[in-house]
């Protein structure tokens, strides 16, 4: 069974940074498409970004684009997420999922506990 593990979470002043990890901890990362999303209370669920297995690329949500980075440490079997120049809108509970493929409109097959990211003042 696939196991997903998020950390890295915490509160940040806005214009802040974070970065977040993913751990799997039952599966190679080299052959999955990991995608984080958030889900902020009241909200449906967004996706933020995910990246494919080696070689690897990535896909952006345009509400993110510039500030958020997804990258992967497949020996280490985590994908991080830096996050940048954090926004109040960005508060959320952030997890990271598993795909077939890595897509803004591919569903989200398993995800791990999520990890709160708050931002104010």
């Known amino acids: 069974q696939v196991q997903l593990a998020e950390s890295g979470g915490g509160l940040v002043q806005p214009g802040g940074s974070l970065r977040l990890s993913c751990v799997a901890s039952?599966?190679?990362?080299?052959?999955?498409?990991i995608a984080w999303f958030r889900q902020a209370p009241g909200k449906e669920r967004e996706f933020v970004s995910c990246i494919t297995g080696s070689p690897a690329t990535t896909v952006v949500a345009d509400s993110v684009k510039g500030r958020f980075t997804i990258s992967r440490d497949n020996r280490r079997k985590t994908i991080y997420l830096s996050m940048n120049d954090l926004q109040p809108e960005d508060a959320a509970i952030y997890y990271c999922?598993?795909?077939?493929?890595?897509?803004?409109?591919?569903?989200?097959?398993?995800w791990g506990q999520g990890t709160q990211v708050t931002v104010e003042t």
């Open positions: 039952t599966f190679a990362l080299d052959y999955h498409a």
């Open positions: 999922a598993t795909q077939n493929m890595c897509s803004e409109y591919a569903p989200f097959l398993s």
